[in-house]
């Protein structure tokens, strides 16, 4: 297998020479050296053409950066194999992928095209074993060892909610007292689903999240899709009461993996 983005790293900054005594430093000289251009380089413009390539090669790596996406599966750490077919057979792309275990159960991905990177970003939430993927851009100082996850887009419920609600920007609105909405599920707006309504939104993980909201003075309970681990005492994320404690302590990330590994 070929990661053609492990290469991929700024260039270091160039430093000129240190002069061994500063007081004696040759100004004249070294004006005189970044003038002189040979015949050769005026004509052929050699100089002029290394540099583009530079910054052609700059670009380059640059548009591959950009295809390159870190996954991480919460609360649930996958095996090389079944993360790759578990992926492709969530996203169906048109081109294929390149998966490398980085550690601490994230990936990286780099996609053949802007297109299958642009759809894996904009029609999620994907989910694998009933458990969200989140899906961020790649940096050059990404450190697998301390990233955090500190959001997910996730689905809620708001069961029996009235009828009279059921309208998008109602919806949307309710969506924005829980988190960042995402999205209206449409077939909650045909009313197909019947029971409650489902929004898409992405919740701060590093707060406790909204347990109910209130509509017109009356309350509904808030429920959340694939969020299995919710402390019932303090509402975090990632742990249950027994292992309660103050939230600004808990590592988010660390808590997602205590449980089952590799399958
Ligand atoms: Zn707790």
Redo the contacts with the bound molecule.
């Keep these: 297998m070929v990661f053609t983005f492990t290469s991929v790293r700024p260039p270091p900054p160039q430093k000129p020479p240190e002069p061994p005594d500063d007081q004696h430093r040759d100004y004249s000289r070294s004006n005189e050296d970044t003038i002189k251009v040979s015949f050769r380089d005026k004509v052929l413009g050699t100089k002029m053409h290394a540099v583009k390539e530079k910054v052609d090669l700059i670009a380059n790596n640059m548009a591959k950066i950009e295809l390159v996406q870190v996954v991480k599966l919460l609360g649930k750490n996958l095996g090389y194999n079944t993360m790759k077919n578990k992926l492709e057979n969530i996203w169906k792309l048109m081109g294929g992928i390149e998966l490398m275990d980085v550690g601490n159960a994230f990936y990286m991905v780099k996609f053949d095209g802007e297109e299958d990177k642009n759809k894996v970003i904009n029609e999620g939430p994907w989910m694998i074993y009933d458990r969200y993927l989140t899906v961020r851009q790649w940096t050059p100082n990404f450190n697998a060892s301390t990233a955090k996850i500190d959001k997910t887009m996730a689905w809620i419920r708001i069961p029996s909610l009235n009828l009279v609600f059921y309208d998008e920007s109602v919806l949307w609105a309710i969506a924005s007292m829980v988190g960042n909405p995402i999205k209206v599920d449409l077939q909650t707006l045909k009313v197909a689903r019947g029971r409650f309504a489902r929004m898409c939104v992405e919740v701060d993980l590093t707060k406790p999240v909204v347990g109910r909201v209130g509509i017109n003075g009356e309350w509904y309970q808030v429920q959340y899709e694939g969020l299995h681990i919710i402390?019932t005492?303090?509402?975090?994320y990632g742990?249950l009461?027994k292992?309660?404690?103050p939230?600004t302590k808990q590592s988010v990330t660390d808590v997602h993996d205590s449980g089952r590994k590799n399958e």
Aim: hydrophobic residues 20%; proline residues 9%.
């Design positions: 402390c005492h303090c509402g975090c742990h009461m292992d309660c404690a939230p």
